[in-house]
């Protein structure tokens, strides 16, 4: 669809999300003080993990992308992205997702609708890899898994 070609895309990117997470820091610091530099800590490890599981796995798998299968053909691209060589399982899906549950339990009576609104960031953000065609369901299933237990 044309018109969610551009919010997908740009959804997809981190750099959009950063008034988001000066808030959520700024939510953290007057809560927790100087103990925020620890669940700062702490996140940046689970990220870390994150996203290096899923780079091992995505190796040992070797699955390609939808975008670099050699039989599948016509599939639709936005502004060219196609993502790297192999895709199961979905990066972007485990870090959101475990940043999500992490920040769910770290602020969830804080905010009376916050743990619903940051899992549905966090679905929207699965969401965008599928719909730029560089993930199948499953991938992006698996990362939620992975991130769900990681966070």
Avoid at 15 to 42: D, G, S
Avoid at 50 to 61: A, C, G, I, P
Avoid at 117 to 146: C, E, K, N, Q, S
Wanted: a positive charge.
């Amino acid at each position: 669809c044309p018109v969610l070609d551009p919010v997908m895309y740009w959804g997809s990117a981190s750099l959009i999300w950063l008034p988001l997470f000066l808030w959520l820091l700024y939510t953290m610091i007057r809560r927790y003080k100087w103990q925020t530099v620890w669940i700062l800590l702490f996140a940046a490890l689970m990220i870390f993990l994150s996203d290096q599981l899923s780079n091992v796995v995505k190796e040992w798998v070797g699955r390609p992308r939808p975008t670099h299968e050699p039989g599948l053909t016509g599939i639709h691209t936005v502004y060219g992205y196609t993502g790297g060589a192999y895709g199961f399982y979905s990066a972007h899906a485990s870090n959101n997702l475990a940043v999500a549950i992490f920040l769910i339990m770290i602020l969830k009576n804080q905010y009376r609708y916050f743990s619903c609104l940051i899992l549905l960031w966090a679905f929207f953000m699965a969401y965008t890899r599928i719909y730029l065609g560089v993930h199948y369901p499953a991938d992006v299933v698996a990362g939620w898994l992975a991130g769900g237990l990681i966070g």
